[in-house]
């Protein structure tokens, strides 16, 4: 039975839709999720093209694995989890650890800087409250940025993406201890990097 | 919400964390992903989605587009059987087909989806796989191209025809 719109539709079950075959239910998971996984890919390599590409490789390997898919599990989990994967082994070959909101670390030029910055626009504020609220980001993309890449992630699945432990721990593939200790560590740098916020 | 479980002096931060935005990839994302995916069927009942973005990522340079393109062996083969069938009905109108070739024209149109399915593939393998894009995406050029090789059709069977002709009538 095809459904006539996948509002109320859920991921597994789109992913049934998906697993015969179907473009339209392929569409959907990537509108439910390319901004969650292009949002956590940006904030670990803290460039434009390559999380898209990052992001685009991620989608791709889980699209044309879509068989493989357990429903134990939540689809966005597995989905999380590979792009993790797929992020954490381009920061291993390439060793990006320092970032910039303004631009990509590895910019040479004022011009690429600017090609490979991220442009956050919001409805609804006036341009003092945009300001400030743009400042607030920015300082803590910084933050994060500071932080080691395994502790980026826990983080941002934690805080951003209110996972919890144990899903945290299936996601990156680590010991539910390591998971807690990386966020309790990450959570004491942050205070340290932004202390004026308390 | 998560649950609580971290010092009082981290609630501030922990707060910013929530309202981090989320950061959209360029426009044509979906389109790319799903260029590179296998096993596709064209959808059904539900319109393309078009995500509503709220952000929007500001891209410095030129993205490749790749289009897809979807149910060109279906356009193929409508191309095929309207081609084999204009084929058909100009050579009853011009000569004098026979019975035979009467049959073969319906088989062609009959089997026009496989034929058109090993005509890509040929195709693809003489022509390229960019010329093969390029004659399905219907350009007026591409039009030309396929009047020129039908042309060339036509006059090679009429060719055929006529010398058979001749020979009958020199044997008789």
Known sequence: MTPKSYTDVSDQQVVVFAQEGREDAYRELIKRYERPVFSLIYRMVRDNETAEDLAQETFIKVLNNIDRYRPEFKFSSWLFKIANNITIDHLRR????????????????????????????????????????????????????????????????RHVEDYSYDEIAEIVKLPLGTVKTYIHRARQELREYLGDLR | ?????????????????????????????????????????????????????????????????????????????????????????????????????????????????????????????????????????????????????AVGLFGGYAAIRTAAHIAKRKAA
């Open chain 1, 94 to 157: 390439r060793q990006i650890d320092t970032i910039s909101i303004e631009g990509s670390p590895d910019a040479i030029t004022a011009e690429r800087a600017r090609a490979t910055a991220v442009t956050v626009t919001s409805g609804g504020e006036s341009p003092l409250e945009e300001l400030e609220s743009r400042e607030l980001g920015a300082q803590i993309e910084r933050a994060i940025a500071k932080l080691r890449p395994e502790y980026r992630a826990c983080i941002i699945l």
């Open chain 2, 1 to 149: 919400m998560i649950e609580h479980d971290f010092d009082e002096d981290f609630v501030p931060i922990a707060a910013e964390l929530q309202r981090l935005p989320y950061l959209s990839p360029s426009r044509d994302f979906a389109d790319r992903v799903i260029s590179r995916i296998d096993r596709l069927q064209p959808a059904q009942g539900v319109a393309p989605v078009i995500a509503s973005r709220h952000l929007e990522l500001q891209q410095g340079g030129q993205q490749a587009v790749v289009r897809r393109r979807g149910g060109g062996l279906v356009r193929g083969t409508a191309k095929a059987v309207v081609g084999v069938g204009l084929l058909a009905a100009a050579a009853f109108m011009f000569f004098e087909i026979d019975v035979l070739t009467a049959i073969l024209s319906a088989a062609a149109s009959q089997y026009a989806f496989a034929i058109a399915a090993v005509g890509t593939q040929l195709g693809a393998l003489v022509l390229g796989s960019e010329t093969i894009a390029f004659l399905q995406a219907g350009a007026l050029a591409a039009v030309l191209l396929y009047l020129t090789l």
